[in-house]
């Protein structure tokens, strides 16, 4: 008998009102082991708020306003319909993204709404939940792992590794209840994406150098997309850093595999810019443009040619190279690729060395470097030390328009102060955030002297003053926030230098603020 979706309705209502993640995760490992084992993949997929597994490459098209009309919609049918079972809700959404031909948003509609006037209240707000990918329950794909192991009886580390090797849990899930995978001997499946090794950041050469424990390679980091390139049987595709396929947007890049390899079969990892006529690289918004959807897209490929540099290599000729260490993978990189496609790099201990090839890349106009250990096995998505970044601190120009009170050694000093951007359009200043970082003592008790002078309201531990000083300030990105009110927060802020140059309404908008986190957002989606 299937499960019935009001079950999985109530199930999801039991996580959202559970706090403690060890009992999440035995909730949904008990109701897996209850459930028909055909019914693990649709509902993972529906818990974590997937719907359609990733290696399928269908969308649902199913917007706000589709749910919307589907909602008030009233269909009438035939012969009287009971409440749908997991399974049944999986299959009409599939039908939903399977639709084609004429009248495609009407069809999509009627098919919703009739699912949806099958069920309770319950079972729609989850519904709608998890079309919207909005769960918000803590069922994450991390947690959802971990019960999958529980109920399957298998090792968790190894069943990690299987998902970030097929990439989409739906078909994990499925694969397990079937008891057709097997752990010891996991390969990639080619066009599907892996989940890629991320870097973590370090603020110099030096510290890089250290983290990397010495002897290192130091790569040209590139201001561009990142790509990871599977070639089988004459065919190519190209995956950005997010798993999404942008191989029609790279045309380039199919070419010039198809041209260069001569092996079987192969997963590479790489970076694209955009670069001018001399073959100089050009400003990561410049590149964006081949990924918005614009007629002539020919013109658009012609105005911005891209170069293509590879850095990794994952996969070769049915062999998996994830465990080689990241010297061995780069000598088998280096067996096939020519060194024109190379990502330019060194292999040093010498800081100077390093240091000064960072300062060569940055005059170049690339983003940084990349400090790389040499003996580093391919963590698939992971973020680690194996990898290290060293980039150009993004700063912004901010005005103080509060502080706090310090804690311990600080308590003294106003040392926690409230930053904030201007508004033109409404002529005030902006809260993006707070920072106690980067100041010195004597620069603390300065700045508490001059703040008192400007105080305009007192709250004890906090008082609020006239937008006067002017600080240029780091961070490491911009975030959205609903506890300010201008829906941003800059991460690790940390000030830099006075600006006592600059008057207030000199600083850094809102506007301003606003394309520095869409550019960002962007460059994650890609890079």
């Not at 005059?363 to 194996?386: C, S, T």
Request: glycine share 6%.
């Amino acid at each position: 008998m299937e499960t019935s979706f009001l079950e999985f309705a109530k199930l999801c209502r039991s996580l959202e009102e559970t706090s403690s993640t060890l009992e999440k995760r035995r909730i949904i490992s008990n109701f897996l082991r209850k459930i028909n084992p055909d019914e693990w993949k649709p509902f993972v997929l529906l818990l974590t708020g997937k719907v359609l597994p990733e290696s399928e490459n269908k969308a649902l098209y199913v917007g706000y306003s589709t749910i919307k009309k589907a909602i008030s919609s009233k269909i009438q049918t035939l012969i009287p319909l009971g409440p749908p079972t997991i399974k049944e809700v999986y299959r009409e959404l599939n039908r939903v993204a399977s639709i084609s031909g004429a009248d495609v948003q009407r069809k999509r509609v009627d098919i919703l709404s009739s699912l949806l006037s099958r069920m309770s209240d319950i079972e729609r707000e989850f519904l709608i939940r998890s079309l919207s990918g909005e769960m918000r329950i803590g069922a994450e794909v991390g947690l959802v792992l971990q019960a999958l192991a529980d109920a399957a009886k298998v090792d968790i580390e190894k069943l990690r590794k299987a998902y970030l090797l097929i990439g989409d849990i739906g078909e994990l899930a499925e694969k397990l209840s079937k008891k057709e995978l097997n752990l010891d001997n996991i390969k990639p499946k080619l066009f599907n994406p892996i989940r890629p090794m991320l870097a973590t950041s370090a603020d110099t050469i030096e510290e890089a150098m250290q983290l990397a424990g010495g002897r290192a390679a130091v790569e040209v980091k590139y201001d561009g997309v990142r790509v990871q390139i599977h070639y089988a049987s004459g065919e190519v595709k190209v995956f950005s850093r997010r798993l999404t396929d942008v191989t029609e947007n790279l045309p380039e890049v199919t070419d010039v595999i198809k041209k260069t390899l001569k092996v079987r079969d192969v997963i590479l990892e790489g970076e694209v810019i955009a670069v001018d006529e001399k073959g100089n690289p050009r400003p990561f918004q410049e590149l964006m443009k081949r990924f918005k959807r614009i007629k002539d897209f020919e013109i658009i490929v012609k105005k911005i040619p891209i170069k293509l540099y590879l850095f990794d290599i994952l996969y070769l000729n049915g062999k998996l190279l994830v465990n080689e260490p990241y010297y061995k993978r780069y000598e088998y990189l280096t067996s096939i690729v020519p060194s024109s496609l190379l990502a330019e790099r060194i292999v040093t201990d010498d800081i100077s060395v390093a240091k000064d090839f960072y300062e060569r890349a940055i005059r170049a106009g690339h983003e940084g470097v990349m400090v790389k250990k040499l003996d580093a096995p391919y963590v698939m998505g992971v973020r680690g030390a194996n990898w290290i970044k060293v980039k150009e601190v993004e700063t912004i120009d901010v005005v103080v328009v509060g502080a706090e009170w310090g804690h311990g050694r600080r308590r003294n000093w106003l040392s926690d102060y409230y930053l904030a951007v201007y508004d033109p359009e409404n002529n005030e200043f902006l809260i993006v955030g707070k920072t106690f970082k980067g100041l010195t003592d004597e620069e603390f008790e300065w700045m508490t002297r001059k703040l008192l002078e400007l105080k305009i309201a007192d709250e004890g531990y906090r008082i609020w003053v006239k937008p006067e000083i002017v600080v240029e300030v780091a961070f490491n990105e911009v975030q959205k926030s609903p506890k300010y009110k201008s829906g941003y927060a800059l991460r690790f802020a940390r000030i830099t230098r006075f600006r006592l140059d600059k008057d207030p309404k000199d600083v850094t908008t809102i506007n301003e603020l606003k394309e520095i986190y869409l550019r960002d957002m962007m460059r994650r989606e890609l890079s």
